[in-house]
Nanobody
Framework: QVQLVESGGGLVQAGVSLRLSCAAS????????MGWFRQAPGKEREFVAA????????YYADSVKGRFTVSRDNAKNTVYLQMNRLRPVDTAVYYC??????????????????WGKGTLVTVSS
């Protein structure tokens, strides 16, 4: 069992940056591909970004490519999502998730083994 706890959300203005963190409770953190997802009010959960266990491979949704960066620190059991040039459409609850069998480009909301409870990001115009 892996517990995931997100932090770093908040209310920000459009154009600024925010960094989300996700701390994992596992001794084998580097064995997991980590993904970030988001769910806006009234919409389905969607993929945002993913990173391989080693941190060498990353994958992004087209909507965030060039603005968001996913990274991880395996020594701290933590994955990050750096969000730059935030837009009102980025408003959502952001979730991190873990899976031990997927590559970053195969990550999907239906396939992850473990989920955090989410952190709310609100971007005002």
């Amino acid at each position: 069992q892996v517990q995931l706890v997100e932090s770093g959300g908040g209310l920000v203005q459009a154009g600024v940056s925010l960094r989300l963190s996700c701390a994992a409770s596992t001794r084998t953190f580097s064995a997991y591909t980590m993904g970030w997802f988001r769910q806006a009010p009234g919409k389905e959960r969607e993929f945002v970004a993913a990173i391989s266990g080693s941190g060498l491979i990353t994958y992004y949704a087209d909507s965030v490519k060039g603005r968001f960066t996913v990274s991880r620190d395996n020594a701290k059991n933590t994955v990050y999502l750096q969000m730059n040039r935030l837009r009102p459409v980025d408003t959502a609850v952001y979730y991190c998730a873990a899976d031990s069998g997927l590559t970053p480009n195969a990550v999907s909301a239906n396939a992850m083994d473990y989920w955090g409870k989410g952190t709310l990001v609100t971007v005002s115009s």
